[in-house]
């Protein structure tokens, strides 16, 4: 497994938190942002891991660009 392995890895881990959806998939499952400024506060793990997700959906535009760079980049040598 060399870098660029491990880059694509990060790359759909990004993309796959970037497409959950809060109203089917968070919000039932008590993982919305307003459950990690509650009680629980933004330092727990379940806090830090919401605001991952929202963090990887704020990011959508340039995970496009990532994706087509990585597309272009498989295309080339390959």
């Not at 039932?28 to 379940?46: E, L, Q, V």
């Not at 997700?53 to 990011?59: G, L, P, V």
């Amino acid at each position: 497994m060399g870098l660029w392995s491990f880059l694509e890895g990060v790359l759909l881990i990004a993309n796959a938190l970037a497409i959950l959806n809060e109203d089917r998939f968070l919000n039932p499952r008590g993982w919305s942002f307003a459950d990690a400024r509650g009680m629980h506060g933004a330092n727990t793990f379940k806090g830090q891991m919401i605001g991952l997700i929202y963090a990887a959906q704020y990011m959508r535009f340039p995970l496009i660009l990532l994706d087509g760079i990585t597309i272009l980049v498989k295309f080339v040598t390959f």
